[in-house]
């Protein structure tokens, strides 16, 4: 992976190097708009502030996920810098296997909750003998 910048002046200098990490502005466009024909110049429109045409939200988030397939975080750091976050990287194993441990002990109180059901159960059908 290569080292990026790690400071951006902008929102839209953070997308154009998690583009260029993505592979390029014609790759991207192509991803984000397969059936536009002039998909590139579009974007590139909407990276450039003196033109009316912005991103979507959505659009924005699979800029993010392409660049994140190929290393690149300039985007999301660019966010969290400038929101006071930090950003804590979750490795897909290590939740996989938190997600695990979290749905074992989920089960281990059903299990206890439904021992506690059956006993309440045979408890209210006993009479008493007198």
């Known amino acids: ?21 993505a592979g390029g502005f014609k790759t991207v466009a192509g991803r984000l708009w397969p059936s536009e024909t002039n998909a590139t110049q579009k974007l590139r429109n909407c990276l450039n502030a003196d033109q009316p045409h912005k991103l979507s939200p959505e659009e924005v988030l699979q800029i993010k996920r392409l660049a994140h397939e190929c290393g690149s975080t300039a985007t999301v750091d660019f966010e969290a810098q400038q929101l006071g976050y930090q950003i804590t990287w979750i490795c897909p194993a290590d939740e996989a296997e938190s997600l695990r ?14 021992d506690r059901i059956e006993k309440a159960d045979e408890r209210a059908s006993l009479k008493v003998v007198r």
Request: hydrophobic share 50%.
């Open 1 to 21: 992976m290569k080292q990026g910048i790690l400071f951006h002046d902008s929102v839209a200098d953070a997308i154009g190097a998690d583009i260029a990490a």
């Open 101 to 114: 441990r979290e749905v074992r002990d989920l089960m281990e109180v059903v299990s206890r909750k439904l």
